[in-house]
Every structure is written in C-alpha cells, then in structure tokens.
C-alpha cells in the first residue's frame, strides 16, 4: 500500500520500526523468534533470522472467514491471559475481516473485506476456518447474499495464500460427517490454484496457528507440509509418538474402563479409544491452556480430532483395534499380550493411517452421489 | 496423582521422574560447540525443549554445568533470564511466557547471548529519542527537576 494512503491500513513501515515506536524492543522479535523456533523445531539459529525477517516485514494483512464452523477455532486463535511472548504475533499482522471481532457489522464490513483485498491486492492472508456447503448450490450458508463459495472463491483469488484453520476448513470436519447433509467440502477441495496450508484440530492448538503465520512472515515461504497440507514442524509425529502414557502401551498396560484401577494409575487409554497411535498433532509436546495439559494428560483418550473424517471413524470409545477393516487386529494382540507386540502394532496403524488418508483425500460425495451409489 | 507426566504412577514408575543419561548426552554435545566456538569462533545453540529430558535429566544438566559468573535478568515480553554457566561461553537462557511459564529454554555457546546485545535499530532509536528528550527540555526546567 502507498504511504499516502488515508486508511493507513498497512503502513509501509517495517514492523522492527513500527514497534520501536511502541517501545517494543528488537529483543522482543528474537525471543519470540527463539520461541517460534522452539515450538517449530527449528535449529535455534534460526531464530536470529527469524527475528531479522520479522523486524524487516510489514504489517500482514489478513482476511479471516467464517463458514460452516462453531468459532472455537476463533476463541483458540486469540486464547491469551496476559500480554505475553504469545500475543506479539497480534502486533504482526492486521486482522482486516473477521465476523466476530470486527467492529464494522452490514455493508461496512464487506467494504472493509473488498477495501483489504483491493489495498493489497497479492499480498493478503485468507485464513479460512469451517467448512463449505456445495450442495444446492451452496444456499446452507450464506453472508452479506453470497454463498460461502462465492466469498471464498472471491476473496481468494488475489489472495498471496490460504489457511485452513480447523478440520472443518482443512477436512470437512463436522459439517462434513455422515451424512453431510450439506455436502461440506474442505478449503483445499475448491482452491487448487493457491498455496493452501491445513491446521486442522478442534480447534487447532494456539501455537500451530501462530507459529505457522510467524513463519509465512519471517521467511516468506511455506514451511514443509505433509501428505495432507499440514506443516510437519506440528503434525510430523503421532500423539502416540510423545505420549508421557507411552511406556504403559509398551508394557501392555491398560485401563479397562474410565474407573479403573488402571485408570488412576495413569495407564495406556488405548482400550477406551484413544487415538493418539492414528492422530498427528503436537498436543502431547506443546499442550493446551498455556502448557497446562492436554487430553490424555486430564484422562480421555485422543479423539483423533486434526484426522480426516474424525467425526466418523467409529466412535470415540471404541478402540482402534476394533476398527471396521479389521487391520489394527495387531494392536488387539499388544493389548492382550502386552510386551513385545507394540511395535507391530505401531507399524499396523500406521499402515491402516495411510488406508485412512487415501480414503480421506478422495472427492467428497455429497448425499446425493452417496444415494446415486 | 494419576495421569500428569511429571508424577510418579504407584506400580509403574513414569520415566519423567528418572535421570537416564540424557544429561551427559547434551554435555559432550555442549563440548563439541564449545570446542568449535574456542577454535572457530563458531556460536551454537541446543533446544533443550526439543529433547526428551526428564525433570531429573534437566536438573543433572543444571549440576553438571554448574552456576557461572553472569546473569542476567531480562523483561521483555515476559520474563526471560540468562545465565553463563561454570563453562566460560556457556549459556542457559530461559524465557518465560503467559503465566510466568517457561515458553523455551536453550543453551547457548558464544562469546554473549544475542538476545543480551543492544540491537543497532534500537540503539539509534535511543540515539534519537535521548535528542528529542533534550530538544523538549528547557534549562529552566532541568535545574527545576
């Protein structure tokens, strides 16, 4: 944008210069840099660049849209108790359209999405959280008269990327269960002509969706994604993988019911439906509520919620390894033998996670090719 | 307490509370980067947060550096504090987060943490900002004050 310009949506100021000004010192970008860096298992001197190209970017404006989603994703995003390391990435970018926060409301607020998009044009972020409806030609979910389809193609379209923040935006995610009725489709089913990164989670943990923002920022490039958009620096190992539980799988001891006496000694959940050997996510490692816990940590079992189709893989109390294409019968036996079979069993989920991926990325069947079937 | 990774499960003991030789791990590699700062001039970090340190692990690791003859006391964005250890060069660096949490925590092998140094964009900043204090200043109102 033009330094001329009356809104001065997005200064042609650095963000080094425009938080000195604030007194936010440059020490401020390294140590969230070095906090990125850690949470992106970066080498920490990446964090010196890190914090370089921070203080050297500008302002990034970002468009955020709401569809078929519940706004927890939302209430995650901005999950902060007190000015902090955490809430600098607020200084970092300019939340230019988001239903929830913004104070414009009517044709004001379209104005200020169009006035975004127009100012920098090219340049902007989508960040996309739920899901869209295709079905009958998408009139399940509209905004300001245009179905969700017509505003995300829209708004896309001179977008520089998207963000698909929650399952519901990466994988279709509730709205998109069986039996959908609203033929929900995923971000990166419809833009396929953008850099489209998943976060999927419900919700996404705070740090995966302001790490990666801090990285398209810092280095002006797409951190590595696995098979299925996600960065692997959060998604790259199961929970299973760095389960502090993970000593009792190994040792084949699970607790039976919620309880138990397994139960309150803090044993394996894999017998009442945990997901963490299926579920790729950085829960155990980076956790909730500013560190506190995470699921299994407070007792329940992973539900699997940043996988493809979650919502339907069984039930949430059922085991894995009585799983409808019986592969995970390998695990079964790790739970009833106990030693030695848990790596085969490790080695069977991760076989039938690859059967659930591809399963994932095929087109979506709206009900009605379903019925056609 | 069940279910929290640090406690320790009656029956089955979880790996949190034990050393398991991690700490000497991470000294020889300390050694290494020392080794390489001493003839190269090289600076080096290590993530502690990204190893599978335990509680024990972290607090042999702390011993087996040893307190140095530097700290310093950081409030930036949170709390951060930095330490040079019984190791000339060595540093621990803890930074703080929402709640006084440690958000990162890395050893540092170089002459002076960076994060310690006054950055050139902000000492001509000061540099700029001291002069606006003095323009805005009137003799009269120095010897006032």
């Given amino acids: 944008m033009a330094d001329n310009n009356p809104f001065d949506r997005k200064p042609a100021r650095t963000l080094g ?106 340049e902007y972020l989508v960040i996309v959280d739920g899901s869209v409806p295709l079905k009958d030609d998408g009139i399940y979910s509209t905004i ?134 299926v ?18 940590q407070s007792g329940h079992g992973c539900l699997g919620c940043s996988e493809p189709g979650f919502w339907d893989l069984g039930g949430f109390y059922k085991p894995l390894s009585t799983g409808k294409d019986g592969v995970l019968k390998y695990a079964a036996g790790a739970a009833a033998a106990g030693v030695a079979i848990g790596a085969a069993s490790a080695y069977a989920v991760r076989s039938r996670r690859k059967t659930i991926m591809g399963n994932a990325t095929q087109p979506v069947a709206t009900p009605d090719e379903k019925e056609a079937k | 307490m069940a279910g929290h990774g640090g406690s320790r499960v009656s029956g089955a003991p979880c790996a949190s509370d034990r050393a398991t030789g ?20 090289r600076s080096d970090a290590i993530d502690l947060r990204s190893l599978p340190l335990t509680d024990a692990d972290r607090e042999q690791l702390l011993e087996l550096l040893g307190p140095g003859e530097v700290t310093a006391e950081l409030d930036v964005a949170g709390r951060s504090t930095v330490r040079e250890t019984a190791f000339a060069g060595v540093w621990w660096i803890c930074h703080r987060g929402a709640d006084d949490r440690v958000a990162s925590e890395e050893i540092a092998v170089c002459p002076v943490p960076s994060i310690v140094v006054s950055h050139p964009a902000d000492i001509s900043a000061a540099a700029r900002r001291i002069q606006q204090t003095l323009s805005e200043s009137t003799p009269g109102q120095a010897e006032a004050s």
């Fill in chain 2, 22 to 41: 991690m700490a000497y791990s991470v000294l020889a590699e300390i050694g290494r980067l020392l080794e390489a700062l001493a003839t190269d001039g």
């Fill in chain 1, 144 to 277: 300001a008269g245009m179905t969700n389809l017509q505003m995300l193609e829209d708004t896309v379209r001179n977008a520089k990327a998207v963000i698909s923040v929650g399952s519901c935006a990466a994988f279709g995610g509730i709205p998109g269960a069986d039996p959908n009725p609203t033929g929900a489709v995923a971000i990166d089913r419809i833009i396929t002509d953008k850099p489209v990164i998943n976060l999927p989670g419900c919700p996404p943990i705070p740090e995966v969706m302001t790490g990666t923002v801090a990285y398209l920022l810092s280095f002006d490039g797409i951190p590595e994604l696995d098979h299925l958009g996600r960065p692997k620096a959060f998604f790259g190992e199961a929970i299973h993988d760095r389960c502090y539980r993970r000593p009792f799988y190994e040792k084949g001891m699970f607790a039976k019911s919620f309880d138990d006496e397994g139960a309150r000694q803090g044993w394996c959940l894999f017998e009442v439906g945990c997901k963490g050997p």
């Fill in chain 1, 17 to 122: 210069e425009a938080l000195n000004e604030r007194g936010i010192s440059r020490r401020s970008f390294l140590k969230f840099a070095s906090y990125t860096a850690s949470i992106m298992a970066l080498p920490p001197a990446a964090a010196t660049a890190m914090a370089e190209g921070l203080a050297a970017a500008r302002r990034q404006s970002v468009i955020w849209l709401s569809f078929q989603e519940c706004t927890g994703c939302t209430e995650s995003f901005t999950r902060a108790k007190a000015p902090s390391i955490e809430d600098l990435i607020f200084d970092f970018i300019s939340l230019d359209y988001h239903h929830t926060l913004q104070n414009a409301s009517g044709h004001l607020a379209e104005l200020a999405r169009e006035q975004a998009m127009e100012e920098n044009k090219g």
């Fill in chain 1, 279 to 296: 579920t790729y996510n950085a829960c155990a490692t980076l956790k909730w509520n500013g560190g506190v816990s995470f699921p299994i």
